[in-house]
């Protein structure tokens, strides 16, 4: 079913190979090296992002109804919502490290909706993932790829998700991880996963930003394998939170697609998801991506409004930890998906990330504070006439309530054991 990959001839150009889909493999975005797809390395020496290009070369009807066929019961893929798109993830056969993940719902609220502006709206749950956030769609396939690459140690810095997810599959494939976190700075949910997995959690004196430099750095020195989304298989599973949206949609794109935005390789996956869905002919237009990120937080937002011509670095500060990321990684990948689906970058402020939360948690269904950056975005662009009324739209939830159990508005009401108490608060309510 794999096509193996071969080693390009003299004068191929990344151009070429682009333009043959069924070579798959690793290429440099800045320097246009080429590496097979099962390298254990995955960080170019010219300081360049590798992206993974395609594996099988089925397409169009026949690959959606392989996709769909697969709803009804998938051994193979052991029914989970990222192997079931695995023409278009990771080449080569053996054992998955999987939970299963994926299968996410979308849900429709008729009280969001109005809240945001827009009648046609859904809210696709990535905290419904197995640790809790959409991470797990990119850990399955990475983790899957550096045990068939004999890694030994899997390491990553992260603001919280990223840890917790590593955590659970290092567990599960039992190869032992090293997580980097910035210290005070991680959701207490997070740090209990990453811990209660058996990671071992560096806790660093600095930010985000210096914890992805030094375990950059430790992973081409001291072998271990990188889990951040620099390893381009991270960005290969995540792509599947579109394609099982578009899927779930019988394969209609919507108008717009709200991500919360940090270090973009989710905004970098989801325009190559879009890009690679057009090319291999499951859709047949390119929804709009609306990268949302946190005012205190927000390089892209200021690149975007410079036209991308200028990169920025910030310190970051926002409630929206998820998303507390002063200079992105992915930036260039993540421009070239805004660009290439007309896509627009938004800055919220915590206030109305606060706002977008309370909303979200009030329609029963819930999410960590950075997930309401899509939806606090949303209402933004609709007051602000970029995002018309009747356009549709799917936001995304990138992580579940639990995971920053502290963010509350509310508060527990203390009262004595007594009835009355009782009744005084109940005549309170009514
Ligand atoms: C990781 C994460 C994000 C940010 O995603 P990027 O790919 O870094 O832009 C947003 N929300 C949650 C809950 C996350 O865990
Ligand atoms: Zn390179």
């Known amino acids: 079913m794999w096509r193996k990959w071969t080693p390009p001839g003299p004068g191929s150009s990344h151009e070429r190979m682009r333009r043959a889909p069924d070579v798959s493999g690793l290429v440099c975005g800045t320097c246009g090296l080429r590496l097979p797809a099962g390298s254990p390395r995955l960080q170019c020496a010219c300081g360049g992002l590798l992206e993974a290009q395609p594996s099988s070369s089925l397409r169009g009807r026949r690959l959606r109804a392989a996709f769909d066929r697969r709803l009804a019961g998938d051994p193979a893929g052991q029914g989970s919502g990222v192997w079931r798109f695995r023409e278009l993830l990771l080449p080569g056969r053996g054992a998955l490290v999987s939970h299963p993940e994926g ?103 600095a930010d985000f ?21 620099v390893n381009p298989w991270r960005i290969e599973g995540q792509k599947t939170i579109v394609l099982e949206m578009l899927q779930q949609r019988g394969w209609e794109p919507p108008d717009w697609i709200m991500v919360p935005a940090g270090n973009l390789g989710n905004t970098a996956a989801f325009g190559k ?17 609306a990268a949302i990120q946190a005012a205190g937080a927000a390089p892209f937002y200021h690149s975007f409004r410079a036209g991308f011509r200028r990169r920025f670095r910030v310190r970051a500060e926002t409630v929206a930890t998820a998303i507390r990321i002063g200079d992105p990684v992915s930036y260039e990948r993540a421009a070239r998906a805004i660009r290439q689906t007309r896509g627009v970058v938004a800055a919220v402020s915590d206030r109305e990330i606060l706002a977008a939360k309370a909303v979200i948690d009030g329609a029963g269904i819930g999410c960590e ?17 970029i995002v018309g009324r009747r356009d549709s739209v799917v936001a995304v939830l990138t992580g579940h309530l639990l995971k920053d159990p502290h963010v509350t508005r509310a508060k527990p ?8 108490e009782v009744e005084r608060i109940l005549k309170g309510i009514r």
């Open 273 to 289: 998801a879009l890009v690679e869905a057009r090319e291999r002919g499951l859709i047949s237009r390119l929804p709009r991506i």
């Open 103 to 205: 299968n996410t719902n979308l849900y429709r609220r008729d009280a969001v909706s109005r809240w945001a502006g827009v009648a046609d709206l859904a809210l696709k749950h990535e905290g419904e993932n197995p640790t809790g956030s959409f991470k797990d769609r990119g850990m399955t396939v990475a983790v899957t790829q550096a045990v068939r690459a004999g890694a030994t140690a899997l390491a990553c810095a992260s603001t919280g998700n990223t840890s917790a997810s590593l955590a659970a599959y290092a567990a599960q494939a039992g190869v032992p991880a090293l997580v980097f976190i910035p210290r005070a700075k991680v959701a207490p949910g997070k740090l209990a996963q990453a811990l209660c997995y058996g990671a071992h959690v560096l806790e660093v004196r």
């Open 413 to 420: 009401v203390p009262i004595a054991p007594r009835l009355a």
């Open 369 to 385: 504070p950075a997930s309401a950056a899509s939806l606090a975005g949303l209402r933004q662009l609709v007051r602000r006439g």
């Open 209 to 229: 930003d210096e914890c992805l430099r030094l375990v950059r750095e430790a992973s081409s020195e001291l072998g271990l394998t990188l889990l951040n989304s």
